[in-house]
């Protein structure tokens, strides 16, 4: 079992990630801490500070992991995942995203997390500060390893990294962008033109103008911390409900009337109906869906909830009526 003397680990912190990496297995002796239980824990990565009641056994006695998350084996459950590993990396590893009470930053790839005993204050990593607090910081090798394989030492801080490391997820500036992005329905088209009338099986043309905003693609970007993420809006498809109880579903804008084309149908968005509405017009809803994906500076990419915008218009249908 990986065992790490906890009397050095704040006097030499810069060492500490070469000592979880390449440390041989010894036997548990005074000042020792194990790191086994640890790392099963993700975070507490097998360090403790000074001062720390503990027992050289393996299921961590009364030593406190890193991050006051518990005693022994615990730390507590991890909450939902975050994303880890090198940008450029084809994978993209989650990690949990806070875990013993210690945060994961997205950007900087490490978790942080305030010991339960601070070191006293001779001790040389408080710089000889007397406010402030020291803490931990485990980092990612950029592969996605369990913390403590990148970077890992203690720090001082006059103020809270953690409150620091819980800036905005990847999805929430995702959802931040899309918020500045104006999404249109359907500048609705038509033939016959609304205030004209058209006949009982004669085609209907539907389309709408195409513009960023009304069928896409359109992209805002939103950052923070040094994390942007850039989201693109592109319409799936608009669903014309013609008002006598169907349907007709356009993945395409669908394509201008002109009069040379006659009594054609439309090659990719039209109706024919073939009753007289008792109203004399039938009202025609037009729903747009758009589709959001994104995408982050970070390798994190993923899709927002689909939006869906209406446009309306009707349209006069009529009997041709024979004069003898």
């Known amino acids: 079992m990986l065992r790490l003397r906890a009397a050095a680990i704040l006097s030499a912190c810069a060492s500490a990630a070469a000592l979880l990496v390449s440390a041989p297995p010894a036997v548990a002796g005074d000042g020792d801490t194990d790191v086994g239980a640890c790392q099963s824990q993700w975070i507490c990565a097998g360090v403790e500070v000074p001062g720390e009641s503990h027992q050289g056994t393996g299921g961590g006695g009364n030593s406190k992991p890193v991050g006051g998350g518990g005693s022994g084996g615990g730390g507590g459950k991890p909450t939902k995942g975050c994303a880890a590993g090198d940008e450029k990396s084809a994978s993209k590893p989650s990690v949990p995203c806070s875990y013993g009470g210690n945060k994961f930053d997205e950007r900087s790839k490490c978790y942080y ?8 204050k001779s001790d040389p990593v408080w710089k000889g500060h007397k406010n402030g607090a020291i803490y931990l910081r485990a980092c990612m090798d950029g592969s996605g390893g369990l913390p403590g394989m990148g970077q890992t030492d203690f720090f001082w801080s006059a103020t809270d990294p953690l409150a620091a490391a819980q800036g905005p997820t990847a999805e929430e500036l995702a959802q931040q962008a ?26 209907v043309w539907m389309w709408t103008e195409e513009t960023p905003n009304t069928w896409g693609p359109l992209s805002t970007t939103a950052a ?14 608009i669903a014309w409900s013609m008002g006598d109880g169907r349907t007709v579903t356009c993945t395409k804008p669908g394509t201008p009337y002109r009069p040379s084309y ?20 039938y009202k025609i809803t037009a729903t747009t869906t758009w589709e ?16 869906t915008r209406q446009a309306q218009t009707q349209v006069a249908v009529g009997e041709l009526q024979v004069v003898n």
């Open 113 to 120: 997390g305030k010991p339960g005993v601070q070191p006293p």
């Open 178 to 203: 899309l918020s500045k992005m104006r999404l249109d329905g359907a500048k609705i088209g038509q033939a016959p033109r609304a205030g004209s009338k058209g006949l009982i099986g004669m085609p």
């Open 262 to 281: 006659g009594k054609k149908d439309s090659p990719d968005c039209g109706h024919r109906y073939t009753k007289v509405p008792k109203s004399g017009t």
């Open 292 to 307: 959001i994906e994104w995408e982050a500076t970070n390798g994190e990419t993923g899709a927002l909830p689909n939006e």
């Open 224 to 237: 923070a911390g040094g994390l942007s993420v850039t989201a693109t809006a592109e319409v799936k498809h």
